[in-house]
Nanobody
Framework: QVQLVESGGGLVQAGGSLRLSCAASGRTFSIYAMGWFRQAPGKEREFVAGIMSSGGITYYADSVKGRFAISRDNAKNTVYLQMNSLKPEDTAVYYC????????????????????WGQGTQVTVSS
């Protein structure tokens, strides 16, 4: 069974940077697309970024494009989210997700299109 464990969240000032990590257990990590969602209190869950199994194709929400970068190291069973130029509106719990196949799902913004979810890590950006 696949387990996903996020780390790297914390408190940072606006304009700063954080790098989130998601460590995956399981023997088939390298064949699955992965991604990140986030959710702030009282708000809907929001797709942030996705990456195909080989790392060659990525997608980003318009709200983070140019500021965030998703990457993966299949040898380490780990996916990353580099977050730069952070804004207070980036404050949320960030969740790592693993897909059903090697491709990023066509309906990537729909939470049920992703198979496994991590427990989440809190990111707080102060103004």
């Amino acid at each position: 069974q696949v387990q996903l464990v996020e780390s790297g969240g914390g408190l940072v000032q606006a304009g700063g940077s954080l790098r989130l990590s998601c460590a995956a257990s399981g023997r088939t990590f390298s064949i699955y697309a992965m991604g990140w969602f986030r959710q702030a209190p009282g708000k809907e869950r929001e797709f942030v970024a996705g990456i195909m199994s080989s790392g060659g194709i990525t997608y980003y929400a318009d709200s983070v494009k140019g500021r965030f970068a998703i990457s993966r190291d299949n040898a380490k069973n780990t996916v990353y989210l580099q977050m730069n130029s952070l804004k207070p509106e980036d404050t949320a719990v960030y969740y790592c997700v693993l897909g059903f196949s090697s491709d990023i799902p066509a309906q990537m913004v729909v939470p049920t299109r992703w198979r496994f979810w991590g427990q989440g890590t809190q990111v707080t950006v102060s103004s």
